[in-house]
């Protein structure tokens, strides 16, 4: 009997609980998110508790321009120009598009295989991890909610400028009365907040057509704006076209950057797509190449109009109109800046509560943030989003709302180009053809081929691989910052530089193993790992502070997650998808098995062999 009860207990399943710490480092299956997706209703029909799918190419190529070019067009090209580019301002703004569209590509192939509104948590949470995922759509809060905030800052601001550009007295603090140096009431900010969020709850069909009609009064204000500053062009400002050299270019580059942010908005929309394989990665490259002709354009209008020591870095359009007797553009470009920071709003506020909303489908954030209206509208996570961000801009002051978001939207940009690595080169241990034989290859490369075998058995290599290439660039990046490491030699740098193309390669030489039929990053792994130097990079050039912010936001994301856990995870309790060829048993592990049945059934273990 006592024999019985032991074979008993070792045939029954163990339960295992699904609140471990191991659970944190789950990957999401890929074929159960290729089954989510295609089990998606196609074209403008919804089911109940889905979003609704309503939106074509123009419509996501209209919120991505809207998020992506604010009101720094007319600020950020004067600050490089006159400080450290000059005219070569044109290929700073080059430089960082293509740096830019590293992460586009990435974004673009996880977006066309995974099309649902979770923008880089879902990328990151099937490529790395529960844990991982988490943490980058809780830090995708800093880019989405608090960007709303900081437009509607500016928003206030501009507003009071256009009013008085026009000669209406409007009193100041409408526009903020400061309190001290971090704390600025701002009522319109506030105000603006709250408009566009109401705007949103309305459905977002609704929403996007007053989107598209802001955005093209937007594009062509500012398409007027280049005409007519192109007719006072004086070409002569234009020599030396790089006063500042190549160093400049670059620096002028950095600084740049974050005007190209903004473009993952597009993805957060997947969701609501009618046909997002074709349309999400069009609309990603598609954003970008709209924002980078504008850039340049009003670059080289600004640089044109007025020498680049002349340029007032804080208004450059206006002070290079009024040098050419043109005062009353003045108000064109107020009026420009007020309809460009309400599309700029109204799309960092679409973003977030979609990102909640997947989240909370995957069982991982409180349920309410799950549901939708009767409108297919996240309204609950929209509500919420709205309120903290109209208090963030009714009580902060516009800088120290901007020092937040960008390192928060570059750890998204890094781990999504690290991910797509990951993807590419992973089994899908839940996949019905993982079974390698004496015969399969796993690299190019016949020496390498025990490292390519390595990484197919043990997935975790290419992580720590990503990770530790990511370290070797924190590192080059600091060195090339603050010159801790080289001093007077360059043997450390070369040495680490030697490091980065040595994983480069060790990866090169690996066969691909999940290939996407629909849109492709090119050049993989190099346009991801590139991708991924390029981010860190920029993290290192933010102030520290930012970094602090982002160590102490992070925690409350933690606390949020295990708060939210307090509940059945559909994903592993409910939704495990079954291996239809599962792998052999162990040799000192008797089975019996059915005809009728692939499974295999153990019966008991012998003792050890």
Known sequence: MGSDRETTALVRPRKRSPYQFSSLWRTQPLQ?????VESMPEGPEATN????????????????????????????????????????????????AFVSLLSAFCYSEFAARFPVSGSAYTFSYVALGEIVGWLVGWNLTLEYAISASAAAAGWGSYVVSFFEQVGVPVPGWL?????????????????????????????????????????????????????????????????????????????????????????????????????????????????????????????????????????????????AFSAVGLRWAAGIIAFCSVTTLTATTLASLIGQPRIFFQMAKDGLFYKPFGTVSKNQTPVFGTVVTGVAASVLALIFDLNTLADMISIGTLMAFT??????????YREDTTSLKTHESPETSFSYVPFLEPFGRAVARKPALLPLMIALYGAIGILLAVDYVHGTFSGSYMAPPIIMLTMMVIIWLMLQSLRPRNVPRTFKCPLVPLVPLLGVFFNLFLICNLPVTSTYRAMGWSPVGLFLSVTSRLRPRPL??????????????????????FSSSSSFYPLFRLPPC
Request: proline share 7%; aromatic share 10%; charged share 5%.
């Open 175 to 319: 526009g903020g009365y400061v309190v001290n140096d971090y704390i600025v009431l701002s009522p319109l900010a506030a105000l603006i907040v709250v408009a566009t969020s109401s705007t949103l709850l309305i459905g977002v069909k609704e929403s996007t057509t007053f989107n598209k009609c802001i955005t093209v009064l937007n594009v062509s204000s500012i398409l007027f704006v280049i005409g007519l500053g192109s007719f006072h062009i004086n070409r002569g400002n234009y020599h030396p076209f790089f006063p500042f050299g190549a160093v400049g270019v670059f620096s002028g580059a950095g600084t740049v950057f974050f005007s190209f942010i903004g473009f993952d908005a597009v993805t957060t929309l997947a969701g609501e797509t009618q046909n997002p394989k074709r349309d999400l990665p069009l609309g990603i490259i598609g954003t970008l190449g709209i924002a980078t002709l504008l850039y340049v354009a009003v670059s080289l209008v600004v640089c044109g109009m007025q020498p680049y020591q002349a340029i007032n870095p804080n208004s450059p359009l206006s002070s």
């Open 572 to 593: 592993h309790l409910t939704h495990a998808p079954p291996l239809l060829h599962p792998p052999a048993p162990p040799p000192c592990l008797v089975t019996c098995s």
């Open 415 to 424: 781990v999504v180009c690290g991910g797509v690595i990951v993807l590419r």
């Open 32 to 36: 159960l998110a290729a089954d989510t």
């Open 49 to 96: 508790g889905e979003l609704k799918k309503c939106l074509t190419l123009f419509d996501l190529v209209a919120y991505g321009v809207a998020s992506t070019v604010g009101a720094g067009i007319f600020v950020v090209t004067g600050v490089v120009a006159q400080g450290q580019a000059g005219p070569g301002i044109v290929f700073s703004f080059l430089v960082a």
